[in-house]
């Protein structure tokens, strides 16, 4: 069974600080991740793709990629209200479907 | 460049109707997936299309189907409608080619009753 786990939170940050999700996988061979933002009542939306180990940055987001660990993270720098959503985690096992994570709920607080 | 549509958005169906949901991918992208978002569940994978052929199935009853046309177009449709099936069903789009970023239509809110 090739799964994807976050922690559902919820995940209450300051404003102006670093958010830190995290997300786990099941299957090594994976090769691409992505991380969705969805707000409520919304549907999901891109925020960042990732497919080599290391950090990539856009803009006040980073993710971060750890094969060997199998682990994705996102980091949300200068946290805003406008950053309160659910932030799913998605991942390719090989040539399958994208498995979501059942996302982490964050909340901004002011 | 029009991102994916769905449609209806909004929908109220009895128990033991049929429905069908439309999806219009981006244009150039060939490959459809359907997932079912309820709040218990999460995402569900239901189906992926490719060139008007099913090329991942999730696990879901044979209630549940699709289909993809000739323009990439693709329907999915839910027979004999259980009160569980109420969920945000959302339709995603992606460029050829494995491991591609798939994108979100806006979905269609199916409530059962």
């Known amino acids: 069974q090739k799964e994807v786990e976050q922690n559902s939170g919820p995940l209450s940050v300051p404003e102006g600080a670093i958010a830190s999700l995290n997300c786990t996988y099941s299957d090594r061979v994976s090769q691409s991740f992505f991380w969705y933002r969805q707000y409520s009542g919304k549907s999901p939306e891109l925020i960042m793709s990732i497919y080599s180990n290391g950090d990539k940055e856009d803009g006040r987001f980073t993710a971060q990629l750890n094969k060997a660990s199998q682990y994705v993270s996102l980091l949300i720098r200068d946290s805003q209200p406008s950053d309160s959503a659910t932030y799913l985690c998605?991942?390719?096992?090989?040539?399958?479907?994208?498995?979501f994570g059942t996302g982490t709920r964050l909340t901004i607080i002011p | 460049k029009a991102g994916v549509t769905q449609t209806p958005r909004y929908l109220i169906k009895t128990r033991g109707q049929q429905v069908t949901l439309s999806c219009s991918p981006i244009s150039g992208h060939r490959s459809v997936s359907w997932y079912q978002q309820t709040p218990g569940q999460g995402l569900q994978f239901l189906f992926e299309y490719f060139s008007e052929t099913q090329r991942n199935k999730g696990n879901f009853p044979g209630r549940f189907s699709g289909r993809q046309f000739s323009n990439s177009r693709s329907e999915m449709n839910v027979s004999t409608l259980e009160l569980g099936d109420s969920a945000l069903y959302l339709c995603?789009?992606?460029?050829?080619?494995?491991?591609?970023?798939?994108?979100f239509g806006e979905g269609s809110w199916l409530t059962v009753v």
């Open positions: 998605a991942v390719y096992f090989g040539n399958e479907k994208l498995t």
């Open positions: 995603a789009s992606s460029a050829p080619g494995i491991g591609n970023t798939i994108y």
